[in-house]
C-alpha cells in the first residue's frame, strides 16, 4: 500500500510543524530513543540505518558515539525534516564520530539494497506504515542475516497523557472528530504490543522481544508557562484539532489546553508528563 497519505502529512502542516518546534520535541523525546540506541550490540564497521530520522537529532546523536569506522544513514519522506537534518549536521560537524548521511525516501519502499545493514534503529519512525507487515519485511531484506532490528514507540494514548490531555481539554469545546481505527497509521499505530509482535513475526522477524519503557518526558525547566503554552499548544493532535476547527471555537479550545496543561507544570521543572512506551528488538 502507498504511503502517499503520510507524505502529504510530513511534507506539509506535520512536517513544517516539527521543524519549527523541534528543539522542543527533542527535549521532551530524546530520551526514549537513547533507551532504545542501548539494545544494540554493534560490530566494528557497522553500517547502520535510522528509520523515520526527522529532523535528524538522534542520528547525530548516535553518530558522536558511534566508532569513526561506523556509517549511520538517516531516511525520511520530510523534505523539510530533512532539510534542518542537514543544516545540524552541518552545525555539529566537529563532534560526529561516524561518517551521516541522510537520505530522501520511503523506508518501505526498496530504497537501499539488501542485507546492506548491520542494524537497524527508529525512534517513532515506525508506526505510519499503510502496510507495516510488508514494510517490515522489507526493512528485513535490508538487514545483514546476523543484523538487528530495534525501535521504541508509543503504547496507548489512555497511558500517555502527552497527547491525551490537550486533546480530551480541547474535546470539551470542539466536536470530536472520527475516530481512528485500531492499527491505523499514525503515533499509536503499534500501540498494541500482541499486534506489534504479530506484524514483526509475520514480516520474518525472528527473537522478537516487546518491553514496556516508562519514563518522565520534561521540558521548558527554564520557561514561564505562558512562554512554554505558545509552543506546546502548536504541537501534538490537539494542534491539529483546533488548526481545523471553526474559528468561533478555537480560542475557547485553547483556554482549555491551557488550564489543563498548567496541571503538568511547575517553577523551575517546565512541564511533566508521564509517558509508556515500547522497546522492541528483532532479529532477521
Known amino acids: 500500500m502507498d504511503n502517499q497519505l503520510q507524505k502529504d502529512m510530513w511534507n506539509g502542516r506535520a512536517g513544517a510543524s516539527w521543524v519549527r518546534h523541534n528543539s522542543l520535541l527533542e527535549e ?11 539494545l544494540f550490540d554493534l560490530p566494528a564497521g557497522a553500517q547502520v540505518l535510522d528509520v523515520g530520522c526527522g529532523c535528524g537529532n ?10 569513526p569506522s561506523c556509517t549511520i544513514t538517516g531516511v525520511d519522506i520530510s523534505e523539510p525534516m530533512l532539510a ?38 527508529s525512534r517513532f519512525g515506525v508506526m505510519f506504515f499503510a502496510d507495516p507487515t510488508a514494510a517490515f519485511a522489507q526493512l528485513r531484506s535490508n538487514l545483514k542475516p546476523n543484523g538487528q532490528l530495534g525501535f521504541v514507540c508509543w503504547q496507548s ?4 497523557p502527552f497527547f491525551t490531555a490537550p486533546v480530551q481539554a480541547a474535546l470539551t469545546v470542539l466536536p470530536p472528530p472520527p475516530p481512528a ?20 513475526s509475520e514480516a520474518g ?5 516487546v518491553e514496556p519503557l516508562q519514563l518522565e518526558l520534561s521540558a521548558g525547566a527554564e520557561r514561564s508557562f505562558d512562554d512554554l503554552f505558545q509552543e506546546l499548544i502548536q504541537i501534538g493532535p490537539a494542534a ?15 483556554t482549555a ?3 489543563t496543561l498548567r496541571e503538568f507544570y511547575s517553577l523551575g521543572k517546565g512541564v511533566r508528563f508521564e509517558a509508556n512506551f515500547w522497546l522492541v528488538g528483532a532479529r532477521p
Open 28 to 38: 521532551l523525546l530524546s530520551e526514549p530513543g537513547r533507551q532504545c540506541m542501548a
Open 58 to 67: 538522534q542520528t547525530l546523536d548516535w553518530a558522536s558515539q558511534l566508532d
Open 84 to 121: 534542518l537534518a542537514e543544516d545540524l549536521k552541518s552545525a555539529n560537524h566537529s563532534s560526529l564520530q561516524a561518517s551521516v548521511s541522510f537520505v530522501l525516501g520511503d523506508a518501505s519502499e526498496p530504497i537501499f539494497p539488501e542485507a546492506s545493514f548491520d542494524a537497524i534503529y
Open 157 to 160: 494514548p489512555a497511558l500517555n
Open 181 to 200: 481505527k485500531p492499527g491505523a497509521p499514525g503515533p499509536f499505530g503499534l500501540s498494541d504490543r500482541e499486534h506489534t509482535h504479530n506484524v514483526l
Open 205 to 209: 522477524f525472528t527473537e522478537v522481544t
Open 240 to 254: 491539529a484539532l483546533i488548526a481545523e476547527s471553526d474559528p468561533t471555537l478555537s480560542e475557547q479550545a485553547k
Open 257 to 259: 489546553v491551557y488550564e
